[in-house]
């Protein structure tokens, strides 16, 4: 493959160095060369360690490699050195003192390559207390309470092993991001910069409202009843959502999620289930707020038994018949490459490798009227493209100077998104666009999204999806209201639009409408299923798409078994819940980062003069991308890691271990980090004398025994000092937070730390916020905090030139709301 095999897609003509070996960069990377970028892939002596992972040959697709020894051979540095030259982007995932070590500082790339966007990506960090930690997917997730949040994956007590890399994929799309935006921003000032991301921050972007919610509870103690759980730790129900959102097995033993959280969809379900009448007994009073354990799991298991009087052939009717229910088959995740509204979209490529036949996987995060962003080649060989790399990275390159003075301030400064969406999803991929300095203009009804009063206290539904944003609330379906948005968008730069096929038609916010108003506009759907066919009407929910997409089945280490009695129901339907809709990572994360770096891939193509009409990023598109190391799909595939069936871990060094005081997660899995782990456990326990350890086979021949052992010593030692101690040893061992990932975050050693930063509200006046996802080296980011319901109305009004008197008015006549 060269250069010129590429040449489609809107990032075609951009050259991108990378030389990350872990999960986060290389996704960074796909998403690089599936927009069209030549990525040139620089791997270590033996290739890069994600070959080792079955998914290597989708993860890698697209792209050109080289072997350099960068950390050892100071003549593959200097080869390195001069593919840098002649690149636009370069993305690593090395840990900040390498990165010191070899000179790929920011300011050391900066001063030899002015020009050049460097994307770090790490576990903890460039700056910080944690920079030096390994940055293992598992110990951010432990230290950053993620554990602890899905603790009901299991039956025992104690933190649960995390398997969907949610922390990975958070990160990689912060670098995407900030990559993005730095290329727009170097449009105008021709210098290049470097742009962090970092896996905390990355598993901080997913949670929807959770982090009010402790901010809540924590600000007022005693004032609520804490239920940061759908079950209690004896398994019975507690959260009234088990019944909109329940999990249950057909007759003939398939397991489905149901999705019937408005008001109306509830009582059809009730109404199809046969039970609705029963509510008039004053038994169910307040339903479905129950008062006793005892009366919601009787309610919950007379819906279980409704749903498994038929099989899924007979369900399946049901939902073609009855447009106010639906369920999601749980799916594996290369099961969901079947799912109808999958196969519609065309959204699974199959590549031919040239040594393991074909390969099913998914296509593009965004696509277009056209389909896939660019075409897809197969993963290339360990440094099969040696030769024509080495003589690229001679050639001489005419230095350039700067084109202008610009050399900091708020990337997307002057860039406005016109925001047409409800809940989270899609509305929060704009979100993390303000952070960078884009300007939102969020339309709302007059009675305001109907996630702001998702949490018992005011606004705390709603506060984190509205952070920087300006509210307008206006009637859209009214003459003077639709004239309002249409003024509003003919001065925006973008469009986001997160409904249901068929909505932004009838409300006349669709792409041919409002791009004769404003040809230059850059338009986004973003709905959850897709803009037309089978599961185009359907309401998407973050555990639907969680059972659909395979992420529910991979975070619960495999689809459950046919229930065999009402025990095995309740055990698997609580394990099915934390698996996909624990609030702290779900699907609803992982699709608004993908709408946030299609927003920035929109705008950036825009800048570079390529049209991109019909961009669509679905929620089961991007989950799948989420999951493409364990979707991808091929003959001969590898087993990919899954949990032990109690969830501690995959092996006896990537696992959860007790400690005398609480848990530490232990990571040391690669057999160079055995040596490092023995002289750090010298002083408790001989683990180099033990001859049943002495190899890397024999540890994984004899992985029980060596879990036995490991247990033993850490029983005996305190979790923070384990930590401090075999950190020290650059061995990598956290402490488990058990506390929820949400309050974590913002509690004080993480805000330290940066992870959290201050804002001010007009509700929770000072309050800590998740830092912004990306950081830069030139440029600015900003954290800002939400709006009330019209906050901006009237300020918005004017601009457009709407005189005071036809103000009040509007809103006399209640087309506008303040």
């Not at 199809?272 to 298991?301: C, I, N, Y």
């Not at 506060?463 to 003459?479: C, F, I, M, N, Y």
């Amino acid at each position: 493959m060269t250069s010129q095999s590429v040449g489609r897609g809107p990032l075609a003509g951009l050259v991108v160095v990378d030389v990350s070996t872990t999960l986060p960069g290389c996704q960074t990377s796909q998403f690089l060369a599936d927009a069209g970028a030549d990525v040139i892939m620089v791997e270590p002596p033996g290739g890069n360690p994600m070959r080792r992972d079955p998914g290597w040959p989708a993860l890698l697709r697209t792209r050109r490699s080289i072997t350099l020894d960068i950390e050892n051979d100071e003549g593959d540095l200097n080869t390195l050195r001069g593919l840098l030259a002649q690149a636009d982007v370069l993305v690593s995932t090395m840990r900040p003192t390498t990165a010191e070590r070899i000179g790929f500082t920011p300011d050391a790339l900066a001063e030899k390559f002015p020009r050049l966007v460097a994307a770090m990506v790490t576990g903890w960090g460039m700056e910080g207390p944690f920079r030096h930690y390994k940055g293992y997917e598992a110990l951010i997730n432990a230290r950053s309470g993620l554990m602890h949040s899905k603790r009901q994956l299991k039956l025992r007590p104690g933190p649960a092993y995390v398997t969907t890399p949610y922390a990975s994929f958070g990160a990689s799309q912060g670098a995407i991001q900030g990559i993005l935006a730095a290329l727009l921003e170097r449009e105008s000032s021709g210098l290049g910069q470097a742009v962090e991301s970092n896996l905390v921050r990355g598993v901080a972007a997913y949670d929807t409202y959770n982090q009010f919610y402790e901010l809540v509870l924590h600000r007022y103690p005693g004032a609520y009843q804490p239920m940061d759980t759908a079950y209690d730790d004896e398994g019975y129900p507690q959260a009234y959502l088990i019944y909109a959102l329940l999990i249950a097995a057909t007759k003939d033993g398939t397991w489905l999620q149901f999705a019937q959280t408005a008001p109306r969809l509830m009582q059809a379900w009730l109404v199809e289930l046969g039970v609705a009448a029963d509510l008039a007994d004053p038994k169910w009073e307040g339903f479905p707020m129950l008062p006793t354990k005892e009366l919601r799991t009787e309610w919950w298991d007379k819906m279980l038994a409704k749903v498994s009087e038929r099989t899924l052939e007979e369900w399946q009717h049901t939902f073609e018949t009855n447009g106010d229910v639906s369920a999601e088959t749980y799916r594996s995740p290369t099961g969901s490459f079947d799912h109808p509204q999958v196969v519609h979209d065309k959204r699974v490529v199959v590549v031919e490798d040239p040594e393991l036949g074909p390969v099913r996987q998914p296509s593009s995060l965004l696509h277009t009227a056209d389909g896939p962003l660019a075409r897809f080649l197969p993963a290339p060989r360990v440094g099969e493209h040696a030769d024509e790399l080495t003589a690229l990275a001679a050639k001489i390159v005419d230095a350039v100077s700067p084109a202008g003075a610009r050399p900091d301030g708020l990337p997307l400064e002057g860039i406005t998104i016109v925001e047409f969406g409800v809940m989270f999803a899609g509305p929060f991929g704009a979100t993390l666009l303000t952070d960078l300095g884009a300007r939102v203009i969020k339309i709302e009804t007059l009675q305001g999204d109907q996630i702001r009063n998702l949490v018992a206290f005011p606004e705390a539904g709603g506060a984190r999806v509205l952070q920087g944003k300006e509210s307008l609330a206006v009637d859209l379906g009214s003459e003077d209201g639709l004239a309002i948005v249409h003024e509003v968008v003919k001065s925006a730069d973008v469009v986001l639009q997160c409904f249901r096929a068929g909505a932004a038609e009838r409300n006349k916010v669709d792409e041919a409408t409002l791009k004769q108003l404003n040809p230059d506009l850059v338009y986004l759907s973003a709905p959850g299923y897709g803009v037309e066919g089978p599961y185009s009407t359907r309401a998407a929910y973050a555990p639907s798409i969680g059972a659909a997409s395979g992420i529910s089945a991979t975070d619960a280490g495999g689809l459950p078994h046919s229930p065999t009695d009402i025990d095995d129901l309740h055990r698997s339907g609580r394990m099915l819940h934390a698996a996909g809709a624990c609030p702290a990572v779900q699907a609803d994360g992982a699709a608004a980062l993908g709408v946030g770096t299609s927003l920035l891939l929109g705008i950036l193509a825009r800048a570079r003069g390529v049209a991109m009409d019909g961009m669509v990023a679905t929620m089961l598109g991007t989950a799948h991308q989420a999951l493409i190391t364990y979707n991808a799909d091929y003959e001969g595939k590898g087993e990919t890691p899954h949990p032990d069936p109690d969830f501690y871990g995959l092996n006896a060094l990537y696992r959860l271990y007790q400690s005398n005081d609480g848990w530490v997660f232990l990571a040391a899995p690669e057999a160079d980090e055995w040596d490092d782990l023995v002289k750090g456990l010298a002083s408790h326990v001989d683990l180099g004398a033990d001859e049943r350890f002495s190899t890397p086979e024999l540890r994984v021949e004899n992985d029980s025994d060596l879990a036995e052992v490991l247990a033993g010593v850490f029983a005996k030692g305190a979790k923070r000092d384990w930590e401090t101690d075999l950190t020290a040893a650059d061995v990598g061992c956290v402490l488990v937070a058990e506390e929820n990932c949400e309050w974590v975050i913002q509690d004080d050693e993480f805000f330290e730390a940066g992870y959290s930063v201050e804002a001010v509200s007009p509700i929770f006046d000072e309050h800590r916020r998740t830092a912004p996802l990306t950081a830069f080296s030139r440029s600015q980011v900003q954290a800002l905090a939400g709006c009330t319901i019209g906050q901006h109305t009237k300020a918005i009004l004017a601009e457009i030139g709407y005189a005071e008197e036809r103000v009040v008015d509007l809103i006399e006549r209640k087309v506008v709301g303040v």
